[in-house]
């Protein structure tokens, strides 16, 4: 497993990803709601995980970041899925996604 530091560097990533997508959604009008509440559950669970890195335990850091990662699958589904959004939009989910993605691989 990567080194305390080395998550923490990581998910600071992953939260500036996250927060640039909860940004391009609130300046969106016509966001499906499956994909706002995804976001919205993405940024508050966010700070949980922040706490959980800092526990230093190992088992409960994965299950954060898997539950994290699930709700990065679905906001990835919901732009999949042909709803009409902007290419900022879609770009800020898919590059979330794929940051959360590459921690959740480092990890295991």
């Known amino acids: 497993m990567l080194q305390t530091n080395e998550i923490q560097r990581r998910f600071s990533s992953v ?36 706490e959980v890195i800092q526990t230093k335990d190992e088992s409960r850091i994965r299950k954060v970041l898997d539950e994290l990662e699930e709700l990065g699958d679905r906001a990835k589904r919901v732009c999949s899925s042909g709803a009409k959004l902007t290419p900022r939009m879609r770009s800020a989910v898919l590059h979330m996604h794929d940051e959360l993605s590459e921690l959740k691989h480092q990890l295991h």
């Open 15 to 50: 939260e500036q990803a996250i927060g640039q997508a909860a940004q391009a959604c609130s300046a969106e009008r016509d966001v499906p709601s499956e994909l706002r509440d995804c976001l919205q559950r993405l940024d508050q669970q966010s700070d949980l995980v922040r």
